[in-house]
């Protein structure tokens, strides 16, 4: 069956980094894109952005873009976002999430079939 | 962008009773070319990620029970759980992929009266 699973929670201080892995099986990992998308408390759900699993290739919603780097290793089916300059408003949990369609182009316009169980990220001095 | 906005907040329903959750788009999810309409429903439970229930607007997802539907077309769209179950309290998103960025619904909570 397919899954999606996350690295567990962290806790960082302000201006630190966190790489939150993405770990996909149950289905050939370049068939599907990854999308990331935020859940800060009280907040709705926020696209982040996504990356093409054939080219590496991201796309980032504009209040993602500078801090926020989206990689892969395809060899491990994995998938990673990395945060930078770490802000107590990343304080979020992150999820990883497999389109439920197949986005082979530069976009991906899809509602998602598979979601990681999260990742907490609390940033706190 | 487009905004996505829910109503109610909150809703609470006797068990064996109809839900009913709106959401409304900012711009048309119907995209011409294909006569579909970009919009998923979800539901999240807590400690859980979301579970989608419906895309194109309207149709159930796999496993879905037959009590979840979805209607609307356009910019005004319905999720209705026909006869609720106590399985089915859960917060609620809508959410359209018409355009980047994707956007989401604020939530709807439903509970039992």
């Known amino acids: 069956q397919v899954q999606l699973v996350q690295s567990g929670s962290e806790l960082k201080k302000p201006g630190a980094s966190v790489k939150v892995s993405c770990r996909s099986s149950?289905?050939?990992?370049?068939?599907?894109?990854v999308t990331w998308v935020r859940q800060a408390p009280g907040q709705a759900f926020e696209w982040m952005g996504w990356?093409?699993?054939?080219?590496?290739?991201?796309a980032y919603a504009q209040a993602f873009t500078g801090r926020f780097v989206f990689s892969l290793d395809t060899s491990v089916s994995t998938a990673y976002l990395q945060i930078s300059s770490l802000k107590p408003e990343d304080t979020a949990v992150y999820y990883c999430?497999?389109?439920?369609?197949?986005?082979?182009?530069?976009?991906?316009?899809?509602?998602?079939?598979?979601w990681g169980q999260g990742t907490l990220l609390t940033v706190s001095s | 962008d487009i905004v996505m906005t829910q109503s109610p907040d909150s809703l609470a329903v006797s068990l064996g009773e109809r839900a009913t959750i709106n959401c409304k788009s900012t711009?048309?999810?119907?995209?011409?070319?294909?006569?579909?309409?970009?919009l998923g429903w979800y539901q999240q439970k807590p400690g859980q990620p979301p579970k989608l229930l419906m895309y194109?607007?309207?149709t159930r997802e796999s496993g879905v029970p037959d009590r979840f539907s979805g209607s609307g077309s356009g910019t005004d769209f319905t999720l209705t759980i026909s006869s609720l179950q106590a399985e089915d309290v859960a917060l609620y998103y809508c959410?359209?992929?018409?355009?980047?960025?994707?956007?989401f619904g604020g939530g709807t909570k439903v509970e039992i009266k």
């Open positions: 959410q359209q992929y018409y355009s980047t960025p994707l956007t």
């Open positions: 711009q048309s999810l119907l995209y011409s070319y294909d006569n579909k309409n970009y």
């Open positions: 194109w607007a309207s």
């Open positions: 149950g289905y050939t990992f370049t068939d599907y894109a």
């Open positions: 999430t497999r389109p439920r369609r197949s986005c082979p182009g530069d976009t991906c316009y899809s509602d998602f079939d598979y």
């Open positions: 990356i093409n699993t054939n080219t590496g290739k991201s």
